[in-house]
């Protein structure tokens, strides 16, 4: 392009013809480094809903799920981002993962409590032929778990298969396998991020206190096994494992948890930690244990959300 020592003066109207007139919209592109919506989400980390489909195949249980299974059609302003990179969500079908679109409200507005999935969905899964969401409830009829609480709107990953060698195991222990699991698997080869590190160090800090409580005071014990940070990042509640439930079967005709359970981040009113499972066409169970058990059919499952 010629230099000029003198300003340039050209009829009104006319342009020079190195030059462009850019719009309001190309001004803006330029300023930002001419990205679009989608590559900055890209740029950090995340990824559109048609990469996450593409990736994950049959494992993405997403928006058109959410409506054909719980009758909620989400706007798109609704649908929270996919907080997972492309890298993660490879790593994620590897592990035999899916990723799971889960909502906090029904389609008449209400909470999505595990009392009103099962007003819900249990019509569906009976038309359908495939039996009951859950067993006998008298039990737990009146816990918080069942009729207040609700799963969080967010994206999960979540393990279709309790994680290897996490039954016959005690809470603790299970979460000994829940840490080897993130640092040998879901991020091996990567950076751990800081919080999950933050979480593991806690753990770590407090396992020899909570070594003896499992003993001495289990249900102190069990408080504070629940409210572990690592605890809140890798396990499910309740609502949130039996979401995930007919959520599968009636896509996927994939009825999970059918010979055992998974033990949540929750606990009943006496103290013990509440498990879901043995989810056949019977109903799922809901089953409550002290940290310190051990069972054969109690293992857990891994679900993140971040």
Do not use: H
Request: charge should be negative.
């Amino acid at each position: 392009m010629p230099k000029f020592e003198q300003p340039i003066i050209v009829p009104k109207g006319t342009v020079f013809k190195e030059y462009q007139v850019l719009t309001p919209e190309e001004e803006l592109r330029l300023k930002m480094g001419d990205q679009r919506p989608e590559s900055r989400q890209e740029s950090q980390g995340k990824t559109s809903i048609e990469q996450a489909a593409e990736i994950m195949g049959a494992d993405f249980l997403g928006p058109e799920v959410v409506e054909n299974v719980w009758g909620v059609k989400l706007e798109t302003k609704d649908i929270p981002p996919i907080p997972f990179s492309r890298a993660d969500l490879g790593r994620a079908k590897e592990l035999n993962q899916q990723l799971v679109l889960r909502v906090d409200k029904a389609a008449d507005g209400s909470p999505l409590t595990m009392q009103k999935m099962n007003e819900y969905v249990d019509p569906k899964l009976a038309q359908a032929g495939k039996g009951k969401l859950l067993y006998d409830i008298d039990w737990y009829k009146n816990e918080e778990f069942y009729t207040t609480e609700t799963p969080e709107i967010s994206w999960a990953l979540v393990s279709k298969e309790l994680i290897s060698g996490s039954t016959n195991k005690n809470y603790l222990e299970q979460t000994e396998v829940l840490i080897t699991y993130l640092q040998n698997e879901v991020f091996r080869d990567m950076a751990i991020p800081p919080e999950y590190q933050d979480a593991i160090q806690e753990f770590e800090s407090k396992k020899a206190v909570l070594v003896t409580l499992i003993e001495s005071d289990w249900q102190e014990a069990a408080k504070q096994l629940s409210e572990l940070d690592i605890t809140r990042l890798t396990r499910q509640t309740p609502a949130e494992a039996v979401y995930d439930l007919p959520t599968n079967l009636l896509t996927n005709n994939d009825r999970r948890l059918e010979r055992a359970y998974t033990w949540t981040k929750r606990r009943r009113s006496g103290g013990r930690l509440v498990g879901v499972g043995s989810a056949d066409a019977g109903g799922a169970g809901v089953s409550a244990s002290r940290p310190g058990s051990r069972d054969g059919g109690l293992g857990v499952s891994f679900s993140r959300s971040r």
